[in-house]
């Protein structure tokens, strides 16, 4: 007796799996096609497929196996399927460049005089989380809250999470340290690793980064430059070179509208690794 045959959707376990092997994949592929400086549509013809199929496959969106095995041997690239034991979550403490952003950010903060902590802690009923960097003026009641990301790979996680902070973090902090009512200043912030990944992630999922995160990083340099803003609350990203010093012609950050036209500093986390030990920095 043959077994009966289950046909019902994947379920939500499945489906989150699928869809960390596409953006995976889809990374690696525009890595590669980057490298070798081929265009969208050379891609698509050395692999006999069609340029938007070749474009759904850079995005992260699910494709037939075929596609992808097109792709991957037009970029000379093997696919290694292996199955693992599913790994535990790698603490922030053991992320080096993770570190060496908050590193950087203390530093730059500090000699203005304001209220610094990293890796702060804070909880609101059940939620409860952790606030990589402060920076508290707490005469003038303003508040940078700092969040580094070295990868996005989930996004949507990301921006459940940070929707979560912005709406929590503020009171709770504000009452931890008694400034006497509730911020009037709040800039919450998100300083991203300027590498390969981090851009793909940035371009392919432009929209929910821009719904995310709609401000202009004005008010973050103002910060950086020991002006906080006076008035307001504000959500922007970043994406920061920690190798690239103010004295230097390069520039140190950029927001996320030019994210669609600049060029990567790092290949992926373990250049900027490489990178940030050779300047013992990591």
């Known amino acids: ?11 939500p376990r499945v489906n989150a799996a699928l869809n960390r092997i596409a953006v995976t994949f889809g990374r690696r592929v525009f890595d590669e096609r980057v490298r070798r400086k081929w265009r969208l549509v050379d891609l698509a013809e050395a692999a006999g497929t069609s340029k938007s199929e070749a474009h759904r496959i850079e995005t992260g969106t699910r494709v037939s196996l075929e596609a992808c095995v097109r792709v991957s041997v037009a970029l000379g690239l093997e696919i290694d399927l292996t199955l693992t034991q599913r790994r535990p979550v790698v603490a ?10 908050g590193e950087i950010e203390a530093r730059q903060l500090r000699p203005f005089g304001h209220l610094v902590r990293l890796d702060e802690p804070y909880q609101h009923y059940q939620f409860a989380g952790r606030a990589d960097v402060i920076a508290a003026d707490l005469k003038a009641r303003a508040l ?12 949507q996680a990301f921006a459940g999470s940070w929707n979560a902070k912005r709406a929590y973090l503020g ?7 008694a400034i006497g009512g509730r911020w009037l200043s709040i800039d919450h ?7 390969s990944e981090v851009l793909h992630s940035l371009r392919m999922r432009s929209a929910t980064f821009q719904a995310t995160c709609p401000d202009s990083p004005d008010a973050f340099a103002a910060w950086w430059n020991g002006k906080p803003v006076p008035h307001g609350e504000r959500s922007t990203i970043i994406v920061l070179d920690p190798l690239v010093g103010e004295r230097k012609s390069r520039r140190r950050w950029i927001s996320l509208a030019s994210v669609a036209s600049i060029e990567t500093r790092y290949r992926g986390y373990a250049d900027a690794l490489d990178r940030l030990k ?3 920095l990591a």
């Not at 007796?1 to 379920?11: C, E, N, Y």
């Not at 809250?145 to 996004?155: A, G, K, L, S, Y």
């Open 1 to 11: 007796m043959s077994p009966r045959k289950l046909d019902r959707p994947p379920s």
């Open 92 to 101: 922030r403490d053991v992320d080096p460049v993770h570190a060496a952003l």
């Open 144 to 155: 940078l809250h700092i969040e580094n990301r070295t990868r996005f790979p989930d996004v």
């Open 171 to 177: 009171d709770e902090l504000a009452k931890r340290l």
């Open 189 to 195: 912030v998100v300083v991203a690793l300027w590498s």
């Open 278 to 280: 050779a300047a013992r």
